[in-house]
């Protein structure tokens, strides 16, 4: 299984909601990784997880708020969004130690009204 | 600050051309620059390059690094409609596990 999944594919939601989007790998990798990529431009890192661990926060607002649960899965809860939040939302993984490619998800593409 | 750039940001092409796309980086501590491809969503793996003039191949496309001049190719010969897509260059992981991404090419091929 090379695959990470990423559920849902698409995404509307209002400014007061609360959604979570979910992703999931099963190829034993410790790193997982959460960018951000607005139309016509490279993915943006918001988050990464060592060892289920959060190493990275890029000064990402607090309305978004990632939670590694299990060395499986990542989830990236979201509240209060701004229409200016939409865009894809891409999960990643990859194994920890030496150089090694990273696995992408097919994205969540997310819309806030 | 990490830097990646890539050039041209745009191309059109017919089918059959043999595209080059560039990426030059400026990196503290380089470790790989990895090529994907993007079509609608998920960025799928190309290549991984870490060592200078090591030529990594699959299919029509090809890849190369100059770790001196800091800089790697994309080669795809005979393209096909296919293709069609942006190509992402991106260098790391660095300590923190990131992958600095470029800007990408965005090809275009025509029938």
């Known amino acids: 299984d090379t695959e990470v999944t990423q559920t849902p594919k698409h995404l509307v939601m209002g400014m007061t909601n609360k959604k979570s989007l979910k992703c999931e790998q099963h190829?034993?990798?410790?790193?997982m990784y959460w960018y951000k990529q607005k139309a016509k431009k490279p993915p943006e890192l918001m988050f990464v997880?060592?060892?289920?661990?959060?190493?990275i926060n890029e000064s990402v607002p607090s309305r978004f708020s990632p939670e590694c649960p299990n060395s499986s899965l990542l989830n990236l809860h979201l509240h209060a969004l701004q229409p200016e939040d939409s865009a894809l939302y891409l999960c990643?993984?990859?194994?920890?130690?030496?150089?090694?490619?990273?696995?992408f998800g097919q994205g969540t593409r997310l819309t806030v009204v | 600050e990490d830097k990646v750039v890539q050039s041209p940001l745009s191309l059109v092409v017919h089918e059959g051309d043999t595209v080059t796309l560039n990426c030059s980086y400026e990196?503290?501590?380089?470790?790989?620059l990895l090529w994907y491809k993007q079509e609608k969503k998920a960025p799928t793996f190309l290549f991984m390059l870490?060592?200078?003039?090591i030529e990594k191949k699959s299919g029509r496309l090809s890849s190369i690094l100059d770790k001196k001049e800091l800089f790697s190719i994309l080669n795809i010969t005979a393209t096909q409609t296919g293709d069609s897509a942006v190509y992402l260059c991106?260098?790391?992981?660095?300590?923190?596990?990131?992958?600095?991404f470029g800007p990408g090419t965005r090809l275009s091929v025509l029938p």
């Open positions: 190829m034993g990798h410790r790193a």
């Open positions: 990196v503290t501590n380089f470790r790989s």
């Open positions: 997880y060592s060892y289920e661990k959060l190493s």
């Open positions: 991106a260098v790391g992981p660095d300590y923190g596990q990131n992958f600095v």
């Open positions: 870490t060592s200078s003039g």
């Open positions: 990643a993984s990859r194994t920890l130690g030496g150089n090694t490619e990273a696995f």
